[in-house]
């Protein structure tokens, strides 16, 4: 090989061949286009190249530009991961057929499946339980919820207020011409159309709230134009079955729950 001058060395290539080919030889080119061709020899690495540039060279370049030069080895040495721990005995042997045994193993998960919900499903139930529980009224204010009382002790034509959930509750006993005298009246003439019927379980007694429809005032018992309910803040008249009959209330005074579990005792609420 002959040496050639700094200014003259241009590029140098060569290529390393992963097959059975042979190598492309080494050439280096210069200005004038002499071409000097290198014994050939097979050269596999980057290192074993560079010992073929030319001395002198400021800088060479190598590329491989041949198919790709892979060297695969088999890892016989591998551990492959292993399951059968986690598997059901019908299953373990993969040269035999896995058909016998599914009707086992559906019956299994399904038994599994079925059990997990049924007690996912109780426990579910118990949670929302507790829950819905703690957010109920205590026994105090139960207690308050409901009121009894004693109907002997109220005479004919009277009424008795009552404190109930924190609100005036009337309970009139009425006498047989009031029973008469509201029933008679004509339903299409009033505002609020309700036959006393409708507002009194019987018809000698007649359990109310004491808050009148207008503004929330407490109408006086026993007053007004129509003898039964009078608000003398606004000048409201409601009958004797509380029904509104003059002035600015729009409804009828309300009627709460209530029954009658013996003959002679009201429990409102």
Excluded at 142 to 163: C, M, R, S
Aim: charged residues 20%; positive net charge; glycine residues 8%.
């Amino acid at each position: 090989m002959m040496s050639l001058p700094k200014s003259s060395l241009i590029y140098a290539t060569t290529q390393v061949v992963a097959n059975a080919a042979k190598p492309v030889p080494k050439a280096v080119v210069d200005n004038v286009s002499k071409v000097v061709v290198a014994p050939q020899k097979l050269v596999q690495t980057s290192y074993s190249m560079s010992k073929l540039v030319p001395t002198g060279a400021d800088r060479v370049s190598f590329t491989l530009c041949a198919a790709p030069a892979q060297v695969r080895f088999a890892h016989t040495d591998v551990q492959i991961p292993d399951f059968s721990a986690y598997r059901k005995d019908g299953t373990k042997d993969s040269n035999s057929s896995s058909e016998p045994s599914y009707a086992g193993r559906r019956t299994f998960t399904y038994l599994i499946a079925g059990g997990g919900s049924v007690a996912a499903a109780y426990g579910a139930k118990s949670l929302v339980g507790e829950f819905v529980s703690s957010l109920a009224a205590s026994a105090d204010v139960l207690a308050l919820a409901k009121i009894e009382i004693k109907l002997g002790d109220i005479p004919v034509g009277k009424n008795v207020t009552f404190k109930w959930r924190g609100k005036p509750l009337f309970v009139r006993h009425r006498s047989a011409e009031e029973i008469a005298s509201e029933e008679a009246v004509d339903v299409n003439s009033l505002r609020h159309q309700e036959h006393d019927s409708e507002r009194a379980k019987k018809p000698e007694w007649l359990v109310l709230l004491g808050i009148c429809t207008h503004l929330g005032c407490v109408p006086i018992a026993n007053a007004g134009d129509y003898g039964g309910y009078y608000c003398p803040c606004h000048g409201s008249h409601y009958d004797a079955s509380g029904r509104i009959r003059k002035g600015p209330a729009p409804l009828n005074l309300e009627v709460p729950e209530y029954n009658f579990p013996e003959d002679n005792l009201l429990v409102v609420g």
